[in-house]
Structures are given as C-alpha cells and as structure tokens.
C-alpha cells in the first residue's frame, strides 16, 4: 500500500484571496525518494497559508516519514524539515496545518531514510547499514553490513569497493582503506574483513558506511577524524565554478588540506556537498590557494557546509 498526500488551503494575492485543494499525490513505496507534491507559485501570490496531510494506506506502520518546506530545487536541507523520520500507524493520518509558505518554495514528501549518495548499497540501490562492529586497535578488522531491502552479492560488492580508496563514517569519524579486504556475503547480510586498519573509533551500528577518494589528511589534526572532509568557503559564489577551502585563516594554519593530484583526486572526480548534495566535477586544484576548480557544477553548495571528494 501507499502513502496518500492532500494539500490544501488559501493564497492570497493582490486584492484577493483564493481557497482549495492544491494537490495530491501517491507515494507508493518507501523509497527514500524527495518528492515535490506542490510548489507555491512563483508570481501573482504574497503568500499562502496551507495544510498538509499524509494518510497511510497499509496494515503496517508508515516509518521514516519526512515532510520539509523547502527553496532548495535539488533536496531540502535539513533545517527545513517540519517532520522527520516520523511513523504513521496503520490506516492513520499525519496532519500539519497552519504552514505559513513564500512564492516559490516547495513542499517535499520523503518516505525513508535519505542515505549519502556514495552509500555503500546492495545491487537494488538501497544502502547496506552497519549491524555489527568489531575495531581493533591494531591488526584485522571485520565490520558486517545488513540490507533492509534487496539482498547485495559477493561480485557487485567487490566491483563497488575496487572504485574506492576508502571506506568511512561521518557521524563516527571511522575509515579503513580498500584494496585488501575481502567480502562474503549470505543472504542480506555483508561481512567486511579489511587489514589496513589502526582506527579506534567503531562504526556506528545502523548508519550507512560511505565510499569515497580521500580529499588529503589534515596536518596536526587527530588522525581517524573524517579526513575525507574539509570546511570550506565559497570564493565565488557568483559563478560557482570553484571553492576555496576554510583552512587558510591563523586560526587553522596547521589544517590545510593536501590537494596533491592523482594523491587524492583525479580529473573527472566529483566534489560533492554533504548538505546540500550540490556536485561539481574537478578539472584542477591550487595546493598554495586551497582552491579546487570546477568543470561543471550541480546544485549550490553552501558556506560552510562540509565537502568530499569521490570518484564516479
């Protein structure tokens, strides 16, 4: 079964007001997908006042409910959400009403969890959580991934992992390196054995494990932090056609980031923003200016918000 949407209220232009329904729409499954169910229009309306509810269809309960007002055309970030990862019971009904919306902003429906988009994930797509964690401080390490929906196979999870050089957490600031592990698999259960590892942070149980080219390790800094990561400033947001990374300042003189080529990124590689989703494809980098430059951009990324580079 699925999730039902209804939006309704009022707009109010100039001089008028106008009631009704202003749109419906189905999410069928639970698919982790942003949909946009209505956008406020652009010109000829000051605002609107609307309601939103979602019905759940099914026997079973709806988990992982998301609902965001968003001005964001690719994804809503996440201090727009109204509702999140809430759970509908079966047959019942979430209302929000009273929702005071702009011209042009969205409303977005999300059924699931939105995973990084360099997700270690099963041959259906849907990403591979960590069920259980067993670090070492030295030696061998064995980390097991579960799938909550299609089950992955050994030779698709080779082939994904052989694209990468590493393989990390944000949340918990663990990583271990790829190209000597080894991989079994039964059923929807994956089991990780990798030897290039001394971290001393576990993976956490139930969050998704990333993939991904490691933008340079920060000097100074504690060494299993997420050093795929890095601050940065947009230099020119105008164009968007590169960044300019926040570690150049006094305050964070011994933080600069290694831009060395082929070290740590390759021309065609992506940079991507862990907010915002934006993407843009690397054509070169200034070690001294802490710059990466862009062939082509996707989305805007935003001050601040943290970046990784991967390999497509």
Not at 31 to 57: E, F, Q, R
Not at 101 to 130: C, T
Not at 268 to 274: I, L, T
């Amino acid at each position: 079964m699925s999730l039902s949407i209804t939006v309704h209220g009022f707009q109010t232009l100039d001089g008028s007001q106008t009631a009704g329904r202003w749109a419906t729409a189905e999410i069928p499954t639970e698919d982790s997908t942003n949909y946009t169910v209505y956008t406020v229009p652009p010109i000829g309306v000051t605002y609107m006042i609307l309601a939103i509810s979602i019905t759940n269809k099914a026997v079973a309960s709806a988990n992982y409910v998301n609902i965001a007002l968003s001005d964001d055309p690719v994804r809503p970030r996440g201090k727009e959400f109204i509702e999140f990862n809430s759970s509908l019971v079966p047959n019942g009904t979430l209302e929000r009403t009273q929702l005071m919306v702009s011209p042009g902003q969205k409303i977005i429906v999300r059924w699931g969890i939105e995973y990084p988009d360099n997700a270690l994930s099963s041959d259906d797509g849907s990403a591979l959580l960590v069920s259980s964690s067993t670090p070492q401080s030295i030696g061998a390490d064995q980390l097991q991934l579960e799938s909550r929906f299609g089950a992955p196979t050994q030779v698709a999870l080779e082939t994904l992992l052989g694209k990468y050089k590493y393989a990390y957490q944000l949340q918990s600031g663990s990583r271990f390196a790829l190209g000597a592990e080894t991989v079994a698999v039964n059923g929807q259960i994956a089991t990780i054995d990798f030897t290039d590892n001394d971290h001393v942070t576990p993976f956490g149980i139930g969050n998704a494990v990333e993939l991904g080219t490691l933008v340079g390790d920060f000097t100074g800094a504690e060494p299993y932090a997420p050093v795929t990561i890095a601050s940065f400033v947009l230099a020119d947001p105008t164009f968007g056609d590169h960044i300019t990374l926040n570690n150049t300042g006094t305050a964070d003189s011994d933080r600069v980031v290694d831009l060395t080529v082929d070290d740590n990124w390759s021309v065609g590689d992506e940079c991507v923003g862990a907010i915002t989703g934006a993407v843009g494809v690397v054509s070169a980098a200034d070690q001294a200016a802490q710059r990466i430059e862009f062939s082509a951009v996707t989305g805007t990324f935003e001050p601040n918000e943290k970046v990784y580079i991967r390999t497509p």
